[in-house]
């Protein structure tokens, strides 16, 4: 059952639909869709099982999974950690977003790590259906926040957005925030990050007292950072409807110091990946049809010399063989990045857990894949065949975009991102403007699009059988 919660009826812009109680389709506030429209839930019962092509191979596929995650380290440590275990990898790395991305480092990391969750509020892992990874977090806590196991526990995104964004070190108040997101039907980046945003526009002077309903929003505060989400949830007072708009609107309510303190791309908040360490992260969060989003293609720390033979080997499986340090931006960059959204785009196509079905260092590689699309359906289905659907739902995306008037102007970063970083290993580190423009040149070509308008060509959407979405 998919349904919106108040934040979603009460139209919140970054609202979710949750299923589970504890899943969410997070980005871009289809909650707030579903509660313009009166429409509550979607319940689906079925009373007949699947059937397969070829019974027999899913099954070894299925087996082949279960005895690859024995031996494999990382995915063991997913299922460990969660994802809250590359907290101090990107605390390590200089890429942990502090205090609204001004710094990439932040000095309690430990205190939010997956590490910390484990020994602390850990009370078991949970699953998707029949997955033997159990990556998912339950949580609970006996303290003030009384966090029930229930509605899950966070990711490292969630972590990221209500922890270091907003310099919180309290591990239970970030459960708290997850938990209340779930509950309220919330997207916790676009909440989190619209959150860290308030606190430094507060603290710099540029939301008053009269605009916060007298919340003092202050770096680290975790009661004010509850505080600021229960109001946006219900868009209770002054503060609560100003928020519940998102950053973006918000801050075009306040002006452009509010803006310029923005994390945004295309009105959505950035999630914790950032472009200053990851450089192709800067791309694709410009470009991405959907605004800034870290699950739209692999990171550039699978595609390093000394990445493992298995991230580079199923990367090559792809056609990508010129492994580089995850901070170049240059031409092989480009072509990793737009190989691995049309990958990543197939992914969501298939509705496959990018987690297990990777390119870099999963349970299954890309020709895995194909094996078990054809299983499943009894297709003949080539891996080429198959990453050219990831293209078509690109392009697809893009020319929607495309008809609502969008062009390149609006695959742009925010200004904050091409700001030198503050502090730690990352200190003074940033991406320039020049750097993901030219970038965005290669992509376009690449890609088979207009440079100057960024959009695709009729001859490129003629190639993929897709030339009447124009019309
Ligand atoms: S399907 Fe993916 S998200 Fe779900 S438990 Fe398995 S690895 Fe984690």
């Known amino acids: 059952m998919a349904c919106c919660g108040p934040a979603g009826e009460k139209l919140v812009r970054v609202a979710a639909i949750i299923n589970m109680r504890n ?48 031996t494999n380290r990382g995915m063991q440590e997913l299922g460990e950690l969660g994802t809250a275990g590359v907290v101090l990898g990107q605390e390590f790395a200089g890429g942990l977003p502090t205090r609204n991305y001004q710094a990439g480092t932040f000095a309690h990391a430990e205190e939010i790590s997956g590490e910390r969750l484990a020994e602390t509020i850990l009370v078991d892992r949970d699953t998707c259906y029949a997955c033997v990874v159990r990556c998912k977090r339950e949580v609970e806590t006996d303290d003030a926040h009384q966090v029930k196991r229930e509605l899950g526990g966070p990711e490292y995104e969630t972590i990221a957005t209500f922890g270091s964004y907003c310099a919180v070190r309290d591990l239970a108040a970030v459960a708290k925030a997850n938990a209340l997101c779930n509950d309220y039907g919330l997207d916790t980046i676009g909440a989190g ?23 003092a929003l202050r770096w680290g505060d975790a009661q004010a950072m509850l505080a600021a989400l229960e109001a946006m949830a219900f868009r209770r007072g002054r503060l609560g409807n100003l928020l519940a708009e998102g950053s973006a609107r918000a801050a075009a309510q306040i002006g452009p110091d509010a803006q310029a303190r923005l994390i945004t791309v295309k009105g959505s908040e950035a999630p914790a990946h950032m472009p200053q360490v990851k450089r192709s992260m800067g791309l694709i969060y410009a470009v991405n049809p959907f605004g800034a989003d870290h699950q739209s293609s692999e990171h550039d720390t699978s595609y390093e010399e000394g990445s493992g033979e298995r991230s580079l ?51 299954y590689g890309p020709s895995t894949v194909a094996q078990v699309v054809n299983a499943v359906t009894g297709w003949d289905a080539t891996l080429p065949e198959l990453m050219e659907a990831g293209a078509r739902r690109v392009n697809l995306m893009k020319v929607f975009n495309a008809r609502e008037g969008f062009d390149r102007d609006d695959d742009k970063l925010p200004p904050r991102l091409h700001e030198p970083l503050q502090g730690g290993v990352s200190d003074g580190v940033r991406v320039t403007e020049e750097e993901i423009e030219q970038a965005k040149d290669l992509y376009y070509r690449l890609a088979g699009w207009d440079v100057e308008t960024g959009n695709p060509t009729v001859a490129r959407l003629e190639e993929l059988g897709i030339a009447w979405a124009m019309s």
């Open 193 to 215: 990050a619209t959150i860290a945003w308030a606190i430094e526009c507060y603290e710099e002077g540029i939301l008053s007292d009269a605009e916060t309903d007298g919340l």
């Open 313 to 363: 080997g199923w990367l090559a499986e792809l056609g990508l063989t010129r492994p580089m340090p995850a901070t170049d931006l240059g031409a092989a960059k480009v072509e990793f990045t737009l190989v691995t959204q049309y990958w990543t785009s197939l992914m969501d196509t298939l509705n496959l857990c990018q987690f297990d079905w990777g390119a870099t260092w999963q349970l």
């Open 23 to 70: 899943r969410a389709a997070g980005r871009t506030g289809l909650g707030a869709v579903m509660g313009s429209k009166n429409l509550k839930a979607i319940a689906v019962r079925g009373s007949q099982r699947p059937t397969y092509a070829d019974a027999r191979g899913v099954k070894r596929i299925a087996a082949l999974g279960a005895t690859e995650y024995k």
